[in-house]
């Protein structure tokens, strides 16, 4: 699963036992080396749907790692596009993946938690990838309450939701018994390493992002596949701020 250039077994092993931080900063230097990266198909996928939404000025990318998703806000915001991350090994990698003088909209990185975000209504656009598993399914509220609460009215958060693997597939499988010993690993060890593949689920999450204030339409990825019945292996949660404020304004 891994290149050369990627993180050995002892590094992963080192970074599963310490702190979600504290992993982070570990493996960040690698991180772009690891399927934990979100694939290109997938930004690009994304970022065509995302750009029939616009146009934007300014955007932000949630729990921002290594940059990709600031990578898409350059190709769709016109001004400004921000990064935000609790991880200060990440944010130092995508500093330097997007260096100052740089063409496109101006870049900023902000080191904080994606629970208690510092930003006024400043943005247009909202986007994360891949980082929802970090988060327990009691935090998910509060997270959406955050982001609600940095778009201005009118802006949009989106991202990609990809259908959940067949009962009993080995994926299916693979997800569980991830889990399974992630559950196992945080009832026995301090500090918690928190992530987990099968606590967002479409459900919940149109609840609480309704909840949040938000209002909510799936777009289908048909480019990312489709499943043997015919639906989309991947969809585009687009979830809008309307009003001038709602339960998760700030």
């Given at each position: 699963?891994?290149?050369?250039?990627?993180?050995?077994?002892?590094?992963?092993?080192?970074?599963?036992?310490?702190?979600?931080?504290?992993?982070?900063?570990?493996?960040?230097?690698?991180?772009?080396?690891?399927p934990y990266r979100t694939p290109?198909?997938?930004?690009?996928?994304?970022?065509?749907?995302?750009?029939?939404?616009?146009?934007?000025?300014?955007?932000?990318?949630?729990?921002?790692?290594?940059?990709?998703?600031?990578?898409?806000?350059?190709?769709?915001?016109?001004?400004?596009?921000?990064?935000?991350?609790?991880?200060?090994?990440?944010?130092?990698?995508?500093?330097?993946?997007?260096?100052?003088?740089?063409?496109?909209?101006?870049?900023?990185?902000?080191?904080?938690?994606?629970?208690?975000?510092?930003?006024?209504?400043?943005?247009?656009?909202?986007?994360?990838?891949?980082?929802?598993?970090?988060?327990?399914?009691?935090?998910?509220?509060?997270?959406?309450?955050?982001?609600?609460?940095?778009?201005?009215?009118?802006?949009?958060?989106?991202?990609?939701?990809?259908?959940?693997?067949?009962?009993?597939?080995?994926?299916?499988?693979?997800?569980?018994?991830?889990?399974?010993?992630?559950?196992?690993?945080?009832?026995?060890?301090?500090?918690?390493?928190?992530?987990?593949?099968?606590?967002?689920?479409?459900?919940?999450?149109l609840e609480d992002l309704t909840?949040?204030?938000?209002?909510?339409?799936?777009?289908?990825?048909?480019?990312?596949?489709?499943?043997?019945?015919g639906s989309p292996r991947a969809?585009?949660?687009?979830?809008?701020?309307?009003?001038?404020?709602?339960?998760?304004?700030?």
């Amino acid at each position: 699963m891994f290149t050369k250039q990627g993180p050995t077994v002892r590094e992963l092993a080192v970074q599963a036992l310490s702190s979600t931080e504290r992993g982070y900063d570990l493996l960040a230097p690698k991180f772009d080396e690891t399927p934990y990266r979100t694939p290109d198909r997938v930004l690009d996928a994304v970022t065509r749907a995302v750009r029939e939404l616009g146009p934007f000025d300014a955007g932000l990318d949630v729990c921002c790692g290594t940059g990709a998703g600031v990578g898409v806000l350059r190709q769709l915001c016109r001004e400004r596009a921000v990064g935000v991350d609790f991880s200060a090994g990440m944010l130092a990698e995508a500093r330097g993946a997007f260096p100052p003088g740089s063409e496109g909209p101006a870049v900023h990185w902000v080191r904080a938690d994606a629970r208690s975000l510092p930003f006024a209504p400043a943005f247009d656009l909202a986007l994360s990838f891949g980082a929802f598993g970090h988060f327990l399914p009691a935090e998910r509220f509060g997270l959406f309450a955050e982001v609600y609460g940095s778009l201005r009215p009118g802006g949009q958060f989106v991202f990609p939701l990809g259908a959940p693997p067949p009962v009993g597939s080995r994926a299916y499988w693979s997800l569980f018994g991830f889990d399974a010993a992630m559950w196992v690993r945080n009832a026995l060890w301090r500090p918690r390493f928190v992530m987990y593949y099968r606590t967002f689920r479409l459900g919940d999450v149109l609840e609480d992002l309704t909840q949040a204030g938000f209002v909510v339409r799936l777009l289908p990825l048909t480019e990312l596949g489709l499943r043997p019945d015919g639906s989309p292996r991947a969809r585009l949660v687009v979830a809008t701020r309307e009003g001038q404020d709602g339960p998760g304004g700030s």
